[in-house]
């Protein structure tokens, strides 16, 4: 998108109240709002009805949980060590074949994700690039750790993360804890 563009955007968006100012430690940049929150998930809901694939959509995301829970595993063994006596400590990433498997669990992933993307991005195009991304981040990981677990824009875990809420926003899921009986 050209800078203008992208700059009128933010001062529309701004102006509807979509959008506010943040700041978290060295970040900040813009987030929705509440109504700017409600105004994407009309404007997806829209999306979703438009181009037929809320059931495609439904299936990819069921295919895509139990790899979600198989991330989550190899993003905790990437971040931690747990020891015999079950304490855990910072993986040092001193043990190369460790971190070598954590690495082939997460590009066994990384080859499973392709599928369901390129599914996805038959109807929804928005979804293109979150596989190349996760590789690309992987790709580097061996020489930058960072690229696994960091908070970078791009690593692996982020692109996964944005994938994840970009599922459920698409699917208008609704991740608020209930309180029960």
């Known amino acids: 998108m050209p800078l203008g563009l992208a700059e009128s955007h933010v001062r529309n968006f701004r102006e509807c109240g979509w959008i506010g100012r943040f700041r978290f430690g060295a970040d900040a940049g813009w987030s929705l709002t509440a109504s700017g929150r409600g105004e994407n998930e009309r404007l997806l809901a829209d999306e979703l009805a438009e181009c037929g694939a809320k059931a495609l959509v439904e299936d990819v995301y069921r295919m895509f949980l139990p790899l979600n829970t198989r991330l989550v595993q190899a993003c905790t063994a990437w971040q931690l060590t747990i020891l015999p006596d079950g304490s855990m400590h910072d993986n040092d990433h001193g043990d190369a074949q460790r971190d070598s498997q954590i690495l082939a669990e997460l590009q066994n992933l990384a080859e499973e994700l392709v599928p369901l993307t390129i599914q996805l991005t038959e109807r929804l195009a928005r979804f293109s690039g979150y596989d190349t991304r996760f590789a690309a981040a992987l790709s ?9 677990t960091g908070t970078t824009h791009d690593s692996a875990h982020r692109v996964w993360f944005e994938l994840h809420e970009d599922l459920i926003a698409t699917l208008g899921i609704d991740r608020t804890p209930t309180s029960g009986p």
């Open 140 to 148: 580097l990981a061996a020489d930058n750790p960072e690229m696994v």
